[in-house]
């Protein structure tokens, strides 16, 4: 497999407008699934895989480029998929079906992840100013990080839970 197709996450990243909205679209349906298949257990290891694949082909795809092209948007499907760990872990620990999707929840982590990523405060602004491979990763990481305690907090607010 080329380190083009995965950077660009099979083409999604040479879509017009906004590779990396559609990038973070089009991982609402993935996470849903890998919850489906296996809970929480499944979409945690699935999302580090896939930084560690990310991260490879992201450094071999720049080569000595330090910028972050807007095509690469395997970054984004990272940040966005831990952006999900919550609510995929509250409902694998919950015992909830599988099948239920909650998409008041994922389309909020969604816009969060969205604005994060585009307006880029701390630390996800430091991150993105590393050069190379890890700063492509790390402020999609950060960003998604971020919209986890984000998606957690609101959670706990809208479930009584402090």
Do not use: N
């Amino acid at each position: 497999m080329s380190a083009r197709l995965i950077v660009t996450c099979g083409g999604i990243g040479t879509l017009p407008g906004a590779p990396g909205t559609w990038a973070s679209a089009t991982t609402i349906p993935l996470a849903w699934v890998l919850h489906m298949l296996g809970g929480f257990w499944l979409l945690g290891p699935a999302t580090i895989a896939l930084t560690l694949l990310g991260y490879w082909a992201t450094a071999r795809y720049l080569g000595e480029r330090t910028d972050d092209p807007s095509e690469v948007v395997i970054d984004e499907v990272v940040g966005m998929l831990i952006a999900l760990w919550p609510l995929s872990l509250g409902l694998t620990i919950l015992g909830t079906e599988p099948h239920v999707f909650p998409w008041p929840g994922w389309v909020l982590c969604f816009l969060v992840f969205r604005v994060l990523d585009i307006v880029k405060p701390p630390p996800v602004g430091w991150a993105d100013r590393q050069p190379g491979a890890l700063g492509v990763m790390l402020d999609d990481i950060f960003a998604g990080a971020l919209t986890a305690v984000l998606a957690t907090i609101s959670a706990g607010l809208s479930h009584g839970w402090f």
